[in-house]
């Protein structure tokens, strides 16, 4: 427990302040002006006990929040490492993989794609929004040996890199990247931003759609086109999961589907950044 400058002050006013009133107790009452003195000190003595106490309890209540925060800190941490090693136990990937977290998928979310591909063996996957989501996809598709990624990317920038990621992993039968710049598309007589559909050529029902773009900041609950857009395209059976299912307005747009898509069901997934898992029922 620290002793601030202010601490000592008090005291040296609080010594003063006994000094001063026993002299004057001594002048005013003589000798029994070590009674007052006495009282005094005591008083003092119990307020600095006091004062002392109350802080040591509030030192520990911080360092117990400190240790709580470490723990769930080192808690996420350890899930995500044993995400990432399960992924790669299976993935086997041929040279390193760029970094998850951040602006990519964490792990969590990365092993529930891997889960889902070999689980439901899909045979067209549509992603919105390129990177190392794309990655683990298409290594889940060659590693059951079929399928087909397409992943639609906004930023030309990105939509290079991720192509290349592809290639030199020797991902190029599996997976496709699409530049698509996001432009206007109407829902419902209003106007929103999504992924310039033409310039694809989804010519498969999708089994599984898969949800981490637009970004947020290209526009209010920015992923909300994407049931609206793609629904007529979704296979009878369907999956869908979306990334940053923790966010106000991913929170929002799955309320909003469910209020128009009566067949579809909705799991929340309690990952290090959320996620939805909702199934279209034929
Ligand atoms: C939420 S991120 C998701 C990317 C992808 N689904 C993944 O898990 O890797 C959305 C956007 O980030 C951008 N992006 C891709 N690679 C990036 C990088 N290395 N740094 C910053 N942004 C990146 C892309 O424009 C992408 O559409």
Same mark, same amino acid.
């Given at each position: @427990?620290?002793?601030?400058?202010?601490?000592?002050?008090?005291?040296?006013?609080?010594?003063?302040?006994?000094?001063?009133?026993?002299?004057?107790?001594?002048?005013?009452?003589?000798?029994? &002006?070590?009674?007052?003195? @006495?009282?005094?000190?005591?008083?003092?003595?119990?307020?600095?006990?006091?004062?002392?106490?109350?802080?040591?309890?509030?030192?520990?209540?911080?360092?117990?929040?400190?240790?709580?925060?470490?723990?769930?800190?080192?808690?996420?941490?350890?899930?995500?490492?044993? &995400?990432?090693?399960?992924?790669?136990?299976?993935?086997?990937?041929?040279?390193?993989?760029?970094?998850?977290?951040?602006?990519?998928?964490?792990?969590?979310?990365?092993?529930?794609?891997?889960?889902?591909?070999?689980?439901?063996?899909?045979?067209?996957?549509?992603?919105?929004?390129?990177?190392?989501?794309?990655?683990?996809?298409?290594?889940?598709?060659?590693?059951?040996?079929?399928?087909?990624?397409?992943?639609?990317?906004?930023?030309?920038?990105?939509?290079?890199?991720?192509?290349?990621?592809?290639?030199?992993? $020797?991902?190029?039968?599996?997976?496709?990247?699409?530049? &698509?710049?996001?432009?206007?598309?109407?829902?419902?007589?209003?106007?929103?931003?999504?992924?310039?559909?033409?310039?694809?050529?989804?010519?498969?029902?999708?089994?599984?759609?898969?949800?981490?773009?637009?970004?947020?900041?290209?526009?209010?609950?920015?992923?909300?086109?994407?049931?609206?857009?793609?629904?007529?395209?979704?296979?009878?059976?369907?999956?869908?999961? @979306?990334?940053? $299912?923790?966010?106000?307005?991913?929170?929002?747009?799955?309320?909003?589907?469910?209020?128009?898509?009566?067949?579809?069901?909705?799991?929340?997934?309690?990952?290090?950044?959320?996620?939805?898992?909702?199934?279209?029922?034929?």
């Amino acid at each position: @427990m620290e002793i601030k400058k202010i601490d000592i002050l008090v005291v040296l006013a609080a010594f003063a302040f006994l000094t001063a009133v026993s002299l004057i107790a001594l002048w005013l009452v003589g000798n029994n &002006a070590i009674i007052v003195t @006495m009282i005094l000190s005591t008083v003092l003595v119990l307020l600095i006990v006091f004062e002392t106490y109350r802080r040591s309890g509030r030192v520990r209540d911080e360092q117990t929040s400190l240790l709580h925060f470490a723990h769930r800190e080192n808690e996420c941490y350890y899930r995500q490492t044993e &995400a990432l090693f399960s992924i790669f136990t299976v993935l086997k990937p041929l040279i390193p993989f760029p970094d998850t977290r951040g602006w990519a998928a964490s792990p969590d979310f990365l092993k529930k794609l891997v889960e889902l591909i070999l689980g439901e063996k899909p045979e067209y996957i549509l992603e919105a929004s390129s990177g190392v989501s794309t990655l683990v996809i298409a290594y889940c598709l060659k590693h059951i040996g079929s399928g087909r990624v397409l992943s639609l990317e906004h930023d030309q920038h990105y939509a290079q890199i991720t192509e290349d990621l592809i290639s030199s992993h $020797g991902l190029g039968d599996y997976a496709k990247v699409v530049y &698509a710049p996001l432009k206007d598309a109407e829902i419902n007589g209003k106007m929103w931003l999504w992924y310039d559909l033409s310039l694809t050529d989804i010519d498969t029902p999708i089994d599984l759609l898969v949800i981490d773009g637009p970004p947020e900041k290209t526009q209010r609950l920015a992923r909300f086109p994407a049931l609206p857009l793609l629904y007529k395209n979704l296979n009878g059976e369907s999956t869908i999961i @979306m990334d940053d $299912g923790n966010r106000e307005d991913e929170t929002e747009i799955v309320k909003l589907w469910q209020g128009e898509y009566h067949d579809v069901d909705c799991e929340y997934l309690e990952f290090e950044k959320g996620a939805f898992l909702l199934r279209k029922k034929k």
